[in-house]
């Protein structure tokens, strides 16, 4: 069992940055696929950016790509989201999710919800115009 929790949302203007964070629980965090997904009031839940377990495979959502990027620390056992250049449209509650290894996957394919094992309870962003 693997428990996530997401900290450093919070207000930002258009154009301001914020970074997110994610603590999981767990001895195996280096072998997991960690992704950042986010919702909007009455929206579905939609894939913002994945990080394999190699932290040198990412993949992101078009609409985030060149502004986020997603990081992790797997001595700390953490996984980051800098989010630079941020826009109204980016205002959501942030979700960070886990994926146990169970064989080679692209991190493409990694975009897909029922891709993750794990989920944490959110965070909120609002970004002002």
């Known amino acids: 069992q693997v428990q996530l929790v997401e900290s450093g949302g919070g207000l930002v203007q258009a154009g301001g940055s914020l970074r997110l964070s994610c603590a999981a629980s767990g001895r195996t965090f280096s072998t997991y696929a960690m992704g950042w997904f986010r919702q909007a009031p009455g929206k579905e839940r939609e894939f913002v950016a994945t990080?394999?377990?190699?932290?040198?495979?990412?993949y992101y959502a078009d609409s985030v790509k060149g502004r986020f990027s997603i990081s992790r620390d797997n001595a700390k056992s953490t996984v980051d989201l800098q989010m630079n250049s941020l826009k109204p449209e980016d205002t959501a509650v942030y979700y960070c999710?886990?994926?146990?290894?169970?064989?080679?996957?692209?991190?493409?394919?990694?975009?897909?919800?029922?891709?993750?094992?794990?989920w944490g309870q959110g965070t909120q962003v609002t970004v002002s115009s």
């Open positions: 999710a886990a994926r146990r290894p169970r064989g080679i996957v692209a991190a493409s394919s990694l975009s897909r919800l029922d891709e993750y094992d794990y």
């Open positions: 990080i394999k377990m190699t932290a040198g495979s990412t």
